[in-house]
């Protein structure tokens, strides 16, 4: 793997990131089973000198509590990382759309003006910066206009405060509105070998408007690892525990899955997640994969994604062993 690590262009904002990027979702502890505040952020280090400089964030993981993580880790390497975060979770107000109840505490699905103008201080405070480079919708908020919404995200780039514009967990006339109403840069969905509803509308309206793809999940919350066999247990607050994805027998259908990617990854001198992220990156449309990492020696790997180029024939051979062995999958 002696390539350089694959930068690409956030949508027409001319920032240039690397394809891979860190998701800090796991590091905020919130449905992870909590966190090692120091163990994130040497992870957060290992993936910057590892030529990672996309860094995915949110106020709502745990609560400002990765927002605060990644400002400590990247204290005095401010210039290496392409900083995003996002807006629109909310609990300082109970305006918008109820989501959920994280402890005790309502959070609502908000994109109004006053609460933009709020957040935005808040995650500049937590984060020890004065600008962001990608600002993106969580979710989106059924009560507030995309119009009035985007009206508020672009006064925040002409005051410098932000550099680019994304939205998150969108359907096609979401974007269509974003993209009516300013410039949007970015879109960030979940998409990886066992979530690929992306590829029916949103890859090509996405494509056809010079909008980048942030994909999440990549690794499909670790179920794409190689590392969660047929006989894994999960425990406390972990989110898979409950989830039929990881089902036994979606695990074994998995595990098939990986003996058939073993020998390229073999090739490569890389592992199988190593290889399922390479493979994300080179499907339509997909700009960028967004990988959690909760220590450095899965920050290297992940990282390590990013100098691989599989050839045509190795991405034929992929999806077809996707579709063979993952089709079927419980839901």
């Given at each position: 793997m002696?390539?350089?690590t ?6 027409r904002?001319?920032i ?12 905020g ?9 120091s163990?994130s ?12 400089s996309?860094i995915?964030?949110?106020?709502a ?10 400002g400590?880790a990247?204290k005095g390497?401010r ?6 975060t996002?807006l629109?979770l ?8 109820f989501f959920?109840d ?13 609460s ?7 995650s ?9 480079d ?5 979710w ?6 995309i119009?009035?919404?985007?009206e508020?995200?672009?006064?925040l ?18 974007v269509?509105?974003?993209l009516a ?6 879109i960030?969905?979940?998409y ?11 890859a ?6 010079d ?14 690892s ?6 894994r247990v ?18 074994e259908k998995?595990a098939?899955?990986?003996s058939?990617?073993?020998p390229?990854?073999?090739?490569h ?9 390479a493979?994300?990156?080179?499907q339509p ?6 990988c ?31 579709k ?6 419980d839901?």
């Open positions: 002696s390539l350089e694959l930068t690409r262009k956030i949508g904002s001319g240039e990131a690397s394809a891979v990027g860190l998701g800090t979702w796991a590091i502890g919130w449905m992870w089973g909590g966190t090692d505040e163990q952020i040497d992870a957060i280090r290992a993936s910057i000198d590892e030529g990672v996309l995915d964030t949110a106020p993981y745990g609560q400002g509590l990765s927002e605060e993580i990644v400590k990247i390497r210039d290496k990382v392409v900083l995003a996002k629109g909310v609990w300082h107000t109970t305006k918008g759309n959920f994280y402890d005790g505490k309502p959070v609502h699905r908000y994109l109004g003006r006053d933009i103008a709020y957040e935005v201080e808040q500049l405070k937590r984060l020890g910066t004065d600008y962001i990608h600002y993106i919708t969580h989106q908020d059924p009560t507030t206009p119009a009035e919404t985007m508020a995200l672009e006064r780039k002409a005051q410098g405060k932000i550099r680019s514009i994304g939205a998150s967990n969108v359907a096609p006339a979401d269509k509105a974003y109403a300013g410039q949007l840069d970015a960030q969905q979940e990886s070998m066992v979530a690929r509803d992306v590829e029916a509308e949103l090509p309206c996405c494509i056809g408007n909008v980048s793809i942030l994909s999440y999940s990549s690794l499909g919350l670790g179920l794409l190689g590392k969660v066999g047929p006989d999960f425990s406390g607050d972990d989110q898979r525990k409950d989830n039929p994805r990881f089902s036994k027998s979606n695990r998995v098939r899955l990986m058939e990617i073993g390229i990854a073999h090739s001198d890389a592992t199988e997640a190593q290889i399922v992220i493979w994300t990156l080179q449309g997909i700009t960028f994969s967004l959690g990492a909760r220590n450095p020696r899965q920050a290297k790997e992940n990282a390590g994604a990013g100098r691989i180029r599989l050839s045509n024939d190795e991405i034929k051979r992929i999806s077809e062993a996707a063979q062995n993952l089709t079927d999958l839901a």
